[in-house]
């Protein structure tokens, strides 16, 4: 993320908590606004329609990332899917469970990887080191937006 990104996702995600309380407030009984007088969020039930979460962040940049060579570690996240475990596009995300559970990380935190042939990722839940040019910009996919992309040249698993 480039400098200075901590505290503008710090006051985003503020506001939206904010925004989401105030909401939910005014549609709370008197006997659930008792109740809920320390801990709000807590009142919503896993699966309902209030249990979501927007993509918070922006697409900010590192601009000297934009057409270098980078390797990077993270996990993947397959936006195609096939018997053998091999995926032509995915995300790569900065910490396990991302994008497959709220909310998702910003886009700036997200790298969207296209890779020219099938690539084999044994093992989803590991993370691993991608290699190859990064491009920045707006990517979208059904499970986050990107503000980077990389066309990837090796994927190896991360050694601990």
Request: overall charge negative; proline content about 8%.
């Amino acid at each position: 993320m480039p400098i200075g990104e901590e505290q503008i996702l710090s006051e985003l995600y503020s506001e939206f908590y904010e925004e989401q309380e105030k909401k939910f407030r005014e549609q709370l009984t008197l006997s659930q606004a008792a109740e809920a007088e320390d801990d709000l969020m807590s009142m919503i039930d896993e699966g309902s329609a209030q249990d979501t979460m927007e993509q918070i962040g922006t697409y900010n940049v590192v601009e000297d990332l934009d057409g270098s060579n980078v390797r990077l570690p993270g996990y993947v996240v397959p936006l195609d899917f096939n018997a053998a475990s091999e995926y032509t596009e995915f995300l790569l995300v900065p910490y396990f469970g991302a994008c497959l559970h709220t909310p998702p990380p910003p886009p700036n935190q997200i790298v969207f990887v296209k890779s020219p042939t099938a690539t084999k990722i044994a093992d989803i839940y590991e993370p691993v080191w991608i290699e190859g040019v990064m491009k920045t910009g707006k990517f979208g996919s059904d499970l986050g937006n990107s503000a980077y992309e990389l066309t990837l040249t090796k994927l190896e698993p991360y050694e601990y």
